[in-house]
């Protein structure tokens, strides 16, 4: 009998998770960590907030209840790509702290980077001109401006993306993955 | 540096589809294929259409565009576990070709399994008490009595789970699986 060569089951999986208010960062740090860890040759998928709300979560809103219901899909789906060993990279803002404990509860080797950004950048920033509108009240339960969002306590990893830039953002992240043996090499 | 060891990139993530009529025995095979492939080292997870229904697409009812909504949430995560090497199988009536062919088209390495038997032994099979609230008209939009089902034209296997035992089914899919290379030993 032939032995099923490289067995992903031997691997392990685990979930990245990146929080943090509009405009913080996550979405290129999410990018960048996985084209840094595809060259490493390992399985990676990302969960990018806006995609998600397209392919997963179309319909729902952006009220308390809805975001729960969002995160949680999001973490159904980590946790099955986690399982079967490969690495799930998830870019949400997630602000509830509730939804991020359910997150780390039901995800093997969760791994929290909290992408801080005094909030004063990030309206600066404002990539999607959202901050504006939602400034004019033109959208809302925008986070930051007309809904909270609850800074993570006890994070694993706290990237400061107003002090860093990405490639420095992104090594500290690769070194505390290194660090918990989630991955071997950098 | 230390070569990241047995990455699971090298290993060939597929989905095995098990399409068919309530009550034709989709959720069997799933259970009793995943057991086989977890018994094989296999990174395998189930997509089961009542789980997915809480997990993924609550909310979401029967009508044709609420169920292409329902497989193609289905289809996303599917993906996600194949592109990282795991195998995903999808127990789903799935009764549209339009959602099947959506599914083969973004899946790489998709094996479509039309678990056939005749709708009259479904009926009397009646696992869930279904059937017979649908023909008293309790439940409707209901797949076989009120909806209908578009049998796969071409699909990978075909197992007739009114002549075979949910043992001689499974292993037909398996070999199919080993004759694809998707899995070496059996």
Redesign the interface.
Same mark, same amino acid.
Not at 1 to 11: E, F, I, N, T
Not at 83 to 88: C, E, M, P, T
């Given at each position: 009998?032939?032995?099923?060569?490289? =067995?992903?089951? =031997? =691997?392990m999986?685990f979930t990245v998770w990146f929080t943090g208010l509009p405009g913080a960062g996550k979405s290129t740090l999410a990018k960048l960590l996985e084209s840094r860890l595809r060259v490493?040759?390992?399985?990676?998928?990302t969960?990018n907030g806006d995609e998600v709300r397209k392919?997963?979560t179309?319909?729902l809103g952006f009220s308390r209840e809805d975001r729960l219901?969002n995160i949680?899909?999001i973490t159904?789906?980590a946790n099955?790509?986690t399982?079967?060993?490969?690495? =799930?990279i998830v870019a949400d803002i997630s602000p509830y702290a509730q939804s991020r404990d359910e997150a780390r509860k039901e995800i093997k080797n969760f791994v929290e980077v909290y992408v801080q950004c005094p909030l004063k950048t990030c309206i600066e920033r404002d990539p999607k001109g959202l901050y504006a509108k939602a400034q004019q009240g033109k959208v809302l339960h925008f986070t930051g401006i007309s809904d909270p969002y609850e800074e993570p306590l006890n994070p694993t990893i706290i990237v400061e993306t107003e002090k860093e830039n990405p490639e420095e953002s992104t090594k500290k992240v690769l070194l505390e993955l290194q660090n918990l043996n989630l991955?071997?090499?950098i």
């Open positions: 009998m032939k032995k099923q060569s490289s =067995s992903p089951h =031997s =691997s999986g490493l040759g390992l399985p990676v998928e969960l392919r997963l179309k319909g219901e949680r899909r159904y789906v099955l790509i399982r079967v060993g490969g690495i =799930s991955i071997l090499s």
